[in-house]
């Protein structure tokens, strides 16, 4: 068992981490738990969760009502059910979705407004205690202080507040499905890319992000056993600490353009079927993009489109054939523009050259 | 500029990061600045930190006792001034002698007792605001809890207290003499390695020691410039984090005895003079040990008798040729390990073998 404390988050990394829970819900009465619909059950956390709470004789409901790309609606919904029936915690089960939500309702449910208001920057004044369990090794959010959702169309991140106390344990993983596993992987390396080639990147975040990129070059191509899964959610999470240190810009932000206009493409698929081309642009002014790549590949990369090359490659070896072209349509790059370019442009200016938009299609374009 | 939290510091590193000491001198009336003799003034520290109180008008008296291997009795004094004179915060400038002194006396400022309580394990149940001008690329100390401190010939080392706020500028250490230079980076090479040999070890220790091993590796070799003295105090930094989460055993446990009883004998040069022969020992037990010096040297070394001449060759590359015989001689030996194995047990415990009587003997034999 790995423990570590990093800004506001305590948190326990390894095989039954959550049987920790215990030493965390002293004074609680009643908390709810917070969920999507089927990951939480069938990778036996919310058991573990269930068993620490029933014999600490403490109160819980159980909110199951999150959905991938969740929207503002459904964190009001839940922040009012937090308020009224007087929560004294939240703890979420799930992956960046899940924790994404109870984040913002923690704070709506204590400092009022809605979530919209927060995402047009309103201030958290006070939020309850968060916990998070954390059932995928991609999301970071567990050890971060970010929270994206979707209103409307326009999906959005927000730094917001970060989980009081947070749970890591491998065994949640195996049960996520092939492609997700794949899916969630591509976001933690994405997180790791985009903190390195950011203006605010430091040395503590290269340190980081050449681990991340070297542990899923090495495991994700593998079958993953509970060896390779470990390696996996500590890349996700050490990915998740780059990120707080120095955010997501350019991947990120047309991805969530994408998943805003169609809220079935998974995120980290989204990053996937971009993510090369993307890459071709950033390596041409980012010096960090040839170390990270190298770390990732094994190979040299100079040239952009070596880097493109050497990216498609890794996508092809770990079975991912997906196209931009499956969840989207030349009709919606307009709409894309107009969402990266506008309520998105804060995040295509974190990075030191100038993001344009024929780089974006000619990223989309290349992505179809 | 970086700016990290761990745990309960909040650290800037990079250059004039010192000018952000004003953001955290608010509501202080009198502060005390902690230093030794020299290196504070030569350094440019002082006069950096002394113009920030001088524009804020807070008031300062300048305590400038501190030796290396301090004494009990000066973390004593220093804390009945600042309990006297009602300080209302310590700034310590200097490396790990002057901090970890000012860790103490903070503490005892306000919880009472005297330094020897606490190095027999009385607790800090208050202690006041306590900063942190890191004049070294060795200590860690600027972002651990760990303090050492000398109690006639006996030195201990405790878990006491974090810094509040650190500031780690390389341009401080840049009129550290060469041999000095040495020393301090071979304890953060050691800190890194003993951290990743330790019971407690985990894969955030082994990020951090090997990035330590690797950055040391590189640029202790070189001429030190300001690029050179950046990295080693960014390794000096996250070693530190490696310590803090996995403490030192062996070699460092050797170092205190040794210099314990010949005070004369800086701490990192004690780990070098015994750490080749220490390494040995250690890397028949631990796997981890052919990593950190793969980091370290590049050199695959699988025997214990090939680590072993890895590191004497890399002493031999930075210019180190001390020898024990220079600073303790046979007849000490019997004191060595009575400190050894009574008073610092509780350090080689913290190795998954058996550390013995014979393997000191070997090591303390074959360093002379």
Known sequence: MMELRYANTKLYFGLKAVERLRDHLNGFENVVLVTGKHSARLSGALKDVEEVLKDLEVEYKVFDEVVPNPTTEIAD?????????????????????????????SVIALSGGRARDYLRGKRAKRYLPLIA?????????????????????????????????????????????SCQAVYTTIDAFFHAYEAVTAKTTNPFVETLSCEVARIIGENLPKDQGLEE?????????????????SPAHIVHAIEHALSGIN???PHGCGLALIGARAIYWIHKHCENSAKILRCLTGRE??????????????????????????????????EVERIVFGPLRYL?????????????HDILENSL
């Not at 009224?84 to 799930?94: E, H």
């Not at 979707?150 to 917001?160: H, L, N, V, W």
């Not at 344990?169 to 996520?176: F, G, M, Q, S, V």
């Not at 974190?350 to 344009?356: G, L, P």
């Open 77 to 105: 919904e839940l922040a009012e059910i937090i308020w009224r029936d007087g929560y004294d915690c939240v703890i979420a089960i799930g992956g960046g979705s899940v924790i994404d939500t109870a984040k913002v309702s």
């Open 133 to 177: 369990v954390n059932l995928t090794h991609g999301t970071g959010s567990e050890i971060d202080r970010f929270a994206v959702l979707t209103e409307g169309r326009e999906k959005i991140g927000i730094s917001i507040r970060y989980p009081d106390v947070s749970f890591d344990d491998p065994k949640y993983t195996l049960t996520l499905p």
């Open 229 to 245: 899964k470990t390696k996996l959610m500590y890349a996700s999470m050490i990915a998740g600490m780059a990120l707080d240190l």
């Open 263 to 265: 809220p079935k493409l």
């Open 301 to 334: 990369v100079r040239l952009a489109e070596e880097a493109e090359k050497a990216f498609r490659d890794f996508l092809m070896e770990v079975g991912f054939v997906e196209r931009l072209g499956d969840y989207v349509g030349r009709d919606d790059f307009k």
């Open 348 to 360: 295509i200016s974190r990075v030191n050259f100038e993001f344009t938009r024929e780089m974006l």
